[in-house]
């Protein structure tokens, strides 16, 4: 099995900063993509930025210019920074990881267990 662990979350001020992170371990041969998801009380889960094995990412548009994904491939772990905070940015962050056990099997979703990120006066 894969295990996400995530941290990092909590209680910040709008304008304020938070940094995520997510540790993938177990059974792991090769992580395809990793990524951050957020699901808002009443609203579907959205994905916020993602960062492929190559390097390159994705941002949805409402964090563009204030969140920053990156990755370390030797800790098999991912980071948001997430800057300028707003309410709106309020809802609980999901790590994903897409990744593969061994080298001839199909790749997986994985998921994380969920961090809170509250942003508010």
């Known amino acids: 099995q894969v295990q996400l662990v995530e941290s990092g979350g909590g209680l910040v001020q709008p304008g304020g900063s938070l940094r995520l992170s997510c540790a993938a371990s177990?059974?792991?041969?090769?992580?395809?993509?990793m990524g951050w998801y957020r699901q808002a009380p009443g609203k579907q889960r959205e994905l916020v930025a993602a960062i492929i094995s190559g390097g390159s990412s994705n941002y949805a548009d409402s964090v563009k210019g204030r969140f920053t994904i990156s990755k370390d491939n030797a800790k098999n772990t991912v980071y948001l920074q997430m800057n300028s905070l707003k309410p709106e940015d309020t809802a609980v962050y999901y790590c994903n990881a897409d990744a593969m056990r061994s080298p001839w099997s199909r790749s997986y979703d994985y998921w994380g267990q969920g961090t809170q990120v509250t942003v508010s006066s």
């Open positions: 177990g059974s792991i041969f090769k992580i395809n993509a």
